[in-house]
């Protein structure tokens, strides 16, 4: 047998002081959830966040170790099996570069202007090499027993910088070159030349040994990579 449903023509109407229907209520969040959104945002916002990240299999450790840059100005190295902190290191800015870790030191630049060589089983610093610029966004790249990074003003209208040279052993400068921006991407070492790029687009390929411009490369806009 066939049912069939018919619907009264004159529809019940609804005053304003009436509850919205069961499904619009649903859409609207409870003053509770509101407050619990509240809190998470505030904390959220409240929180060191994590920038630069590097996960590696030191020689001196135990085992694998996850090292962290933080805008908490802090370098930490976390056990990468149960997220234990092993150590922090302390700089005096925000730490955007990835550290680098190479026969047991890790390298890393802040925006204190500073670069750090720290003892990867122990978080002691090594040595520290001042850029004399305000920012080292840059991870830092080792070749042969050298440090290369770049820094420089990264914000908008910034202007001048620097590409470094360091002596990974004591922190030494081996030589620097002026640019006109800043350098935020990872420098590159292959055959005996250094590749950088800065911030205004321009792409430098520099003598390992002199730092010697070899030649440049102008892009139509920042090299970020």
Wanted: some cysteine; glycine content about 10%.
């Amino acid at each position: 047998m066939a049912v069939s449903a018919t619907r009264n023509s004159k529809e019940p109407k609804r005053t304003d002081t009436e509850a919205p229907p069961t499904a619009l209520r649903r859409l609207l969040p409870s003053a509770s959830f509101l407050v619990v959104l509240t809190a998470v945002v505030c904390l959220s916002l409240l929180a060191p966040t994590l920038v630069g990240v590097t996960a590696a299999q030191d020689a001196t450790a135990d085992g694998p170790t996850v090292y962290v840059g933080s805008d908490d100005g802090n370098v930490y190295a976390v056990d990468a099996e149960d997220g234990t902190e092993l150590w922090s290191y302390e700089t005096n800015g925000t730490v955007w570069s990835s550290p680098t870790v190479v026969d047991g030191t890790v390298y890393v630049g802040s925006d204190d202007g500073n670069v750090y060589a720290i003892d990867a089983e122990d978080g002691t610093e090594l040595w520290s090499y001042d850029t004399g610029e305000p920012r080292v966004r840059t991870s830092p790249t080792v070749v042969d027993g050298t440090v290369y990074v770049g820094g420089g003003e990264t914000a908008v209208g910034g202007t001048g910088g620097k590409i470094h040279a360091i002596d990974a052993t004591d922190g030494t400068e081996t030589w620097s070159l002026e640019t006109n921006s800043a350098t935020q991407s990872v420098i590159s070492v292959a055959d005996g030349t250094v590749y950088a790029g800065e911030k205004n687009g321009v792409v430098h390929a520099l003598d390992v040994e002199s730092g010697n411009e070899t030649w440049r490369f102008e892009t139509d806009s920042s090299a970020l990579s």
